[in-house]
């Protein structure tokens, strides 16, 4: 089993950066990928960026040079620097770990940017 716990969400003015950080622990293995979707109030939950142990990352192409993950391996911890921020990126953030055979999601953190 393996437990993800996010922070940093809140509320910032459009422009402005926050940073998310999520922490697994439990059963991980690598190699795995860990990332960000996000889910916004009436809509499908929608892929931000993700991240492999090796290194590789893709992001989505609405945050494309705006935002920034990154991870640390012996902590298990992937974070999100997002810059630059719009009121469109309001959503609730969630951390995803995909080691081999498990998907595991954490509770959610809320981003809200004001216009």
């Known amino acids: 089993q393996v437990q993800l716990v996010e922070s940093g969400g809140g509320l910032v003015q459009a422009g402005g950066s926050l940073r998310l950080s999520c922490a697994a622990s439990?059963?991980?293995?690598?190699?795995?990928?860990m990332g960000w979707y996000r889910q916004a109030p009436g809509k499908q939950r929608e892929f931000v960026a993700i991240?492999?142990?090796?290194?590789?990352?893709n992001y989505a192409d609405s945050v494309k040079g705006r935002f920034t993950i990154s991870r640390d391996n012996a902590k298990n911890t992937v974070y999100l620097q997002m810059n630059s921020l719009k009121p469109e990126d309001t959503a609730v953030y969630y951390c995803?770990?995909?080691?081999?055979?498990?998907?595991?999601w954490g509770q959610g953190t809320q981003v809200t940017v004001s216009s």
């Open positions: 995803r770990i995909q080691i081999p055979g498990n998907v595991y």
């Open positions: 439990g059963s991980i293995f690598s190699p795995n990928v």
């Open positions: 991240m492999a142990t090796s290194g590789s990352t």
